[in-house]
Structure formats: C-alpha cells, structure tokens
C-alpha cells in the first residue's frame, strides 16, 4: 500500500467519523454505524502505517517519498 493510500484512508475515516457524529448530535438513523466504519477506517490506516514504517528500511526518509 502506497503512502498516498494510507493517507487517504486516514481523511476518509476521519470525514465518516465527523458525519457520523453529527448523526449522533442530530439523532439521526445510521449514527453509530457511522462511527464504527469511521473508526474501523482509522484504526486499518494505522495499522497499514505502522506496518509500512517497521519494514521500512530508512524511516527518516519514510514521509519524503
């Protein structure tokens, strides 16, 4: 998994998360579906980086690529 990927599963996760507590405030139907596809989404991203920076070789130069 490319670095651009990671980070754009972190922004979408992050966006999920903020409309689904939104739903939540409002008490809209589908809120706490939301936040758990929000958070799953975080919580793979962060996985997917902290895998990628242990087997990278030279993590200095992991966010110049």
Known sequence: MKNKHIII???L???ITI???LFKIM???Y???LLILGMLCEAYAGIALVVKIY????????FNK
Not at 57 to 62: A, C, E, R, V, Y
């Open 19 to 21: 409309i689904g507590a």
């Open 27 to 29: 008490h809209w139907p």
């Open 31 to 33: 809120a706490s579906a």
């Open 13 to 15: 996760g992050f966006i």
């Open 55 to 62: 087997k990278d070789q030279n993590p200095n130069g992991f």
């Open 9 to 11: 599963a972190f922004v």
